[in-house]
């Protein structure tokens, strides 16, 4: 069109020359110089007007054809998440939506591929959000609003807070204290020589090669971590343990090691933090939970004395050597020996034994269920079964067996772990954290920080290298991230105080990244989220 005008207005030749040149110059037919000039007739009539290009148009997708994607994306709902490709292909192939659209076969595999990539599915590995299976047991909830959050918001009165894990905030409340409180938080986690990263660039041209079998050598690391100070350490001194965990190594983790950290921990902070508060926490790992060997339990108790010629009735425990270390049978397993279970208490403090008196007929016999109740007034325990089957009682029952009755006793139920009785015989407090909740300790989110910088060193199968490694890569960890991990946990604290769930609080937590509390319009905000879906 714009050849044609040109040539009209510059060479003096007719309407007719000029559009036939005009077609010749592009190496087109009189056809097209026809069409040039029914073109150019309407466009001087009307500038606006121009000729529309069909080009392309008759392959258009289907997709655009009246609500024929809706109506995949319903069909695509209602099957669930585990959706493919040949879903498609086999609702288009159905007589009433070929019917509908006029189709006379269904589509492709490949071009239901397309369309999954249009309707904005993609084809990777399923996103991985925070773990809440277990958020709302009811013993867990108990605990949760009954115990640890009370604790904490106790706790918060006299800790420091940070904005931004840098400038801490000075509040105007009063302090009833006037100590610093410090929370360290405790927790183990293991790092593999041969895990590196794996997802990078490729080159098209690179090859396989050949790779270790197995996550190959471990290093376990156990340590305390505080949003005021980080990682456990003052100087050259170090609360952090590195443990090579295997039978064929340096064993494995237990209650003793535990003891002889926090007691590591205990000294440390005598010497360089004795004018503040701390506290532990610890998750509820058995080895953290353990009670002493011989601690009460009416688990395995018989109602009635143990009989002549039967075995003493205790607690079996370890035979720990001469040298302090645990004794092994010829079979490799642990040697065991029984011990008596220590004494029970009266509600006025007095203790109780379980066994007969010296100068008792049966000196030295386990009583049995039914005598030490009676003891402590339950009359007519003799009368009562030693334990409803299977040991499943009905809800609300606590004296519809003898070992109920003494499972729901105060001495029973209060009895300290000999991680408590270690840390609070000097002076120290301790807690401990929910499970499933591993949200609200952030010393997780440091491991996993730590984890990713600990993959990008080169592949050695060195144990010193992994030592080495998982070193600088824990070092490596900011005082400022780990205080914004602490903020985070905070977060997640103040949703699950105002009573949401596990789902709710992850969906709080991240819409208000940054705070230490969430507004107090976060429930209004949660029902329209969870109406608008």
Known sequence: MKTHLWIYTSESLTWI???????????????????????????????????????????????????????????????????????IVRFLDTDEIKSRYGLKRTISLATAQRWMHTMDYRWTKELSGQYVDGHEREDIVTYRQSVFLPTMAELQWNVRVWKDGIEEICEDAPRPQPRWTVIWYHDESTFYANDRRKVRWVRSDETAVPRPKGEGASLMVADFISADYGWLRFGDESARVLFKAGRSREGYFTNEDILSQVSNAMDILDRHRPDEDHVFIFDNATTHLKRPDDALSARKMS???????????????????????????????????????????????????????????????????????QERGFADAGTIRAECPKFKCEKG?????????????????????????????????VFFLLKFHCELNFIEQCWGDAKRKYRLNPPSSSEDDLEHNVVAALDSVSIVKMRRFATRALRFMDAYRRGLNGRQASWAAKKYRGHRTLPNSILDELAAQESSR
Not at 326 to 349: C, E, R, S
Not at 418 to 423: G, K, N, Q, S, V
């Open 397 to 429: 029952a606590t004296q519809c067996c003898c070992r109920r009755i003494l499972f729901n006793q105060p001495d029973f139920v209060n009895v300290p772990s000999t991680l408590e009785t270690a840390c609070q015989t000097r002076g120290y407090r």
């Open 303 to 373: 109602k009635a004395p143990t009989r002549e010629g039967f075995p003493l009735w205790g607690v079996e425990t370890n035979v720990i050597g001469d040298d302090g270390k645990l004794l092994y049978g010829p079979n490799g397993k642990l040697l065991k020996q029984k011990v008596w279970m220590g004494d029970a208490q009266f509600a006025d403090g007095r203790p109780q034994s379980l066994y007969f008196p010296d100068g008792h007929p049966r000196a030295g016999i386990f009583k049995g269920m039914a005598i030490i109740l």
């Open 17 to 87: 020359a000029a559009s036939l040149k005009a077609a010749s110059t592009h190496q087109r037919s009189t056809h097209t110089a026809q069409k040039i000039r029914e073109w150019n007739r309407s466009f001087l009539a009307d500038h606006g007007k121009m000729p529309l290009n069909l080009y392309g148009a008759w392959s258009a997708s289907m997709l655009d054809k009246g609500d024929l994607a809706q109506e995949i994306h319903a069909h695509l709902q209602s099957i669930g998440k585990w959706v493919s490709a040949t879903d």
